[in-house]
């Protein structure tokens, strides 16, 4: 009986370790769930900056690199994913869906399953990874965000890491973008104390 419950644990530790070790997609940073705090900018605007944010992972692709700087193995980048579902949110979207008038905290943890079950992705297994933004707050310079790690064939979320960065830059795109990258950073240290 012992020798069996060893190789159970040892056979499901093999497994997740292997699962963890696995490569991941990336699939952006998708901004549907999130809301904007103490900021003056049109619903357009937010689209195109958050659409010009998903677009700095392939144009600079140096400054933006997620294996970098989540220290995850990213095999590739399909942001396309997440800039759909950004798009088309905001395509549609009305004030009270975008601004947050409350300092009370915002979170969307629990609509982050919800969104993965709506991605359209390519069939099969694998890791992915998404950067699903939470409360962009102006009025303290600082972007919320939940790095999330998922089973792409069954939607599962393997972790779901809250993670934040200072907002900073010229332009509402460089603004949100670079909390976007020091949050991308942060990432490791949050990781290794969830786990």
């Known amino acids: 009986m012992k020798k069996c419950l060893l190789t159970i644990l040892f056979g499901a530790a093999s497994f ?8 991941v997609t990336f699939y952006g940073v998708d901004f549907t769930l999130s809301r904007v705090y103490g900021a003056d900018e049109s619903i357009a605007k937010f689209r195109e900056a958050f659409s010009g944010i ?5 144009s600079e692709e140096e400054k933006y690199d997620v294996a970098a700087l989540t220290r995850e193995e990213v095999a590739s980048n399909r942001i396309s994913v997440a800039r ?23 979170d969307c943890r629990d609509s982050v399953a919800g969104l993965l079950k709506r991605y359209e992705l390519p069939e099969g297994g694998g890791r992915g990874m998404v950067m699903v933004a939470n409360l962009l707050d102006k009025a303290h310079g600082v972007g919320d965000f939940y790095l999330v790690i998922f ?18 830059g010229f332009g509402l795109r460089n603004y949100w973008a670079n909390a976007v990258r020091l949050a991308l950073k942060q990432y490791p240290r949050i990781r290794k104390k969830t786990l």
Do not use: M, Q, W
């Not at 998903?54 to 392939?58: A, D, I, P, R």
């Open 16 to 23: 997740f370790s292997a699962s963890a070790t696995e490569p």
């Open 54 to 58: 998903n677009g700095l992972f392939v």
């Open 84 to 106: 759909k579902s950004s798009d088309e949110h905001f395509s549609t979207a009305d004030v009270a869906d975008v601004f947050y008038l409350d300092e009370a905290d915002y």
């Open 151 to 168: 089973d792409t064939g069954s939607r599962e979320i393997e972790s779901c890491c809250r993670i934040s960065g200072r907002a900073g």
